[in-house]
């Protein structure tokens, strides 16, 4: 007997009943033995058999048990593949023809699969192919069905029609060979740029030659590399990108990967970090090279923008590109020998109070395409206006002055080996009135700082934001001061009239009598309290060292990312309250927390004076 498949922790049992069901016999008559002879136990399966490799054919044997009925001992013989020669053999009794359906194996010479079914003549072959394949789990496009002659099976023949002149039923087995058609469409792929897709249909002409790509790496440092210390991919994790491609969408799929956020990552290149719209040939990397580019988090102290990104020196005599005036350098390119790298083109460093920006430009390309890579790399509003003024320190064929967008290096007196000095100018667009800003309010608490944002008008009065912060933390107005830059605000004061401006802005609240005797001298009060004069008293007497208070800031890494919270502490006050306070807020047990001070595991008995932190300073643990 064969079957296709047979799950190896399924009992022998399962296997008989099938068989039995498909040939008319009862399952308890029937026995299994294996090729030396020896009864299988139908209770156990096929993995408890000394099988040598899983996914081989297992030739097994089926037979009669002794003792069965003479209708069984019938049934056996009409299962065809069992007849014995010397035994007489009658035709059905209901005028059904045994038709035996075999599909073989693909050295064609073992039975893969053999089913016996019983069709009347006249009836169509369709609903013994579908038969078949429904308890094969094949589809019946797939499967050709043959008679021993050759002649393919359709749905209309009928047995009557392929044999008009025998007599059906007939006392022999009708064979019928089940064959996978050999017509299948091959499938085709195309290249795209970064996967494989598959495609019915191929495409009429060649194929476009790839877009040249460089290979870019992304390796973690500092603190960042230490909490993902634990990934598999210790050398960074590469990607290949179009030369002219963001290198942002790199640093975004990059962040994606390891569950980061995007706006926590800061990516630099040789110590400088990459704008958005930053390109490979922005750089000049060339396609087929590999470049490895840093990954810093934003609380890393490297990651601040005094530390990355200023341009660094480069080669041995390159200018120092410097925000002063009076410190600007221009040196000549011949000690540095450019000309290797950008032959014919002229080196431009356009610079602001902030940073230094370097362009390599034809002598003929006009300065309007530069001035608009400045602007994008600078992220300015749309209308700012920017005067570009070349610098000239001597005479040497420059001429100095503002620059049209119009005119080229080579209108300008460049030669070789020079380079151009471009101060940039950039006029601050007065504000809009309608235009909104955040505004952010931190004030202590217990558990740590607390924040609330709000959206405002430039030209609304801050009263609105006073009543809602009070209201939101059941106060009443007269009970807080708000401080901006250590000024108490006014109810009229607008952020227009404080000159705020950017994304967001932060203002303080504290208690009405705390901002008082911080704001203003010691004076009497007689809306306060009865006892204000000792406590003004202490403030007039200069505070120790160790009473003075300090932020801490207590980062964490949960599921969300980075959290973080800020304590106000005295530098003698032990680190136990923090440390509860921070449990107690993250409902986690103080026994399973350890808080570090860099590499340093804090005690409860620590202070901030005992580990010498200054107190100009904000402290920044980790938990």
């Keep these: 007997m064969s079957m296709p498949h047979f799950p190896t922790r399924a009992l022998w049992r399962k296997l008989v009943t099938q068989w039995a069901k498909e040939h008319g016999l009862r399952g308890d008559s029937l026995f299994l033995s294996d090729m030396m002879g020896q009864e299988i136990l139908l209770d156990q399966s096929p993995a408890v058999q000394a099988e040598p490799t899983l996914g081989s054919p297992v030739r097994v044997t089926i037979g009669l048990k002794e003792g069965t009925s003479s209708q069984e001992v019938e049934s056996w013989k009409l299962a065809g593949g069992h007849l014995h020669r010397d035994e007489p053999v009658h035709a059905l009794s209901d005028g059904r023809q045994r038709v035996r359906v075999t599909a073989w194996c693909n050295d064609s010479e073992s039975v893969s699969s053999s089913l016996t079914f019983r069709v009347l003549p006249t009836a169509g072959l369709r609903g013994l192919m579908v038969d078949w394949c429904s308890r ?44 996978p058609k050999g017509t299948a469409r091959p499938e085709l792929t195309v290249q795209l740029p970064d996967m494989q897709l598959p495609s019915a249909v191929p495409k009429d002409g060649a194929a476009k030659p790839a877009a040249p790509r460089v290979q870019v790496r992304i390796a973690a440092e500092g603190i960042l590399s230490e909490r993902l210390r634990a990934s598999t991919d210790q050398a960074g994790l590469s990607f290949k990108t179009k030369l002219y491609a963001p290198v942002s969408k790199v640093a975004a799929a990059w ?107 034809r002598p003929s390309t006009t300065f309007e395409r530069m001035m608009t890579a400045w602007r994008q790399a600078r992220q300015l509003q749309q209308g700012q206006q920017v005067r570009f003024e070349l610098k000239v320190d001597d005479a040497k064929g420059l001429r100095a002055g503002d620059l049209g967008s119009d005119e080229t290096p080579a209108q300008r007196g460049w030669s070789q080996g020079v380079v151009l000095m471009v101060r940039a100018h950039a006029e601050v667009p007065p504000a809009d009135p309608n235009g909104t800003m955040s505004i952010k309010v931190e004030a202590d608490s217990p558990n740590g700082v607390n924040e609330v944002k709000f959206n405002m008008r430039l030209s609304a009065p801050l009263g609105k934001m006073m009543k ?88 964490a890494e949960g599921a969300d990312g980075l959290t973080e919270l800020r304590f106000n502490m005295r530098m003698s006050t032990p680190l136990a309250k923090m440390m509860q306070a921070w449990c107690e807020h993250n409902q986690i047990p103080t026994k399973d927390v350890e808080f570090l ?24 643990c980790r938990a």
């Design 136 to 179: 094969q789990g094949v589809d019946l496009a797939d499967v050709s069905f043959k008679m021993t002659s050759g002649h393919e099976l359709t749905a209309a023949d009928t047995l009557q029609s392929l044999m008009p002149d025998a007599t059906l039923p007939r006392e022999d087995v009708i064979d019928v060979r089940a064959e």
């Design 597 to 620: 001070l860099g590499t340093t595991v804090l005690k409860p008995e620590d202070t901030l004076c005992s580990l010498g932190c200054m107190g100009d300073a904000e402290v920044v």
């Design 255 to 361: 962040c994606k990967h390891h569950g980061l956020a995007a706006d926590t990552i800061v990516v630099s290149y040789q110590g400088r970090a990459l704008e958005k719209s930053d390109t490979p040939a922005t750089h000049g990397w060339e396609a087929g090279t590999e470049v490895i580019l840093e990954a810093l988090h934003v609380s890393d102290p490297r990651a601040q923008p005094s530390k990355i990104s200023k341009p660094q020196a480069g080669q041995a005599g390159q200018a120092s590109c410097k925000a002063s005036e009076e410190m600007l350098e221009r040196t000549s390119l011949s000690s540095q020998e450019p000309g290797q790298d950008r032959p014919g083109r002229a080196l431009l460093k356009v610079y602001d109070d902030q940073e230094c920006i370097e362009f390599w430009m």
């Design 468 to 555: 809602a912060w009070c209201g939101h933390h059941g106060l009443a107005l007269e009970q807080a001061k708000f401080l901006f830059n250590g000024r108490a605000l006014t109810a009229e004061d607008t952020l227009m009239s404080l000159g705020c401006r950017g994304e967001e802005i932060t203002f303080r609240a504290v208690p009405h009598d705390e901002e008082a005797k911080a704001a203003e001298p010691p004076k009497p009060d007689t809306t306060e309290t009865s006892k204000p004069e000792p406590k003004e008293s202490k403030q007039e007497q200069p505070e120790p060292s160790d009473q003075q208070k300090v932020s801490v800031k207590v980062e």
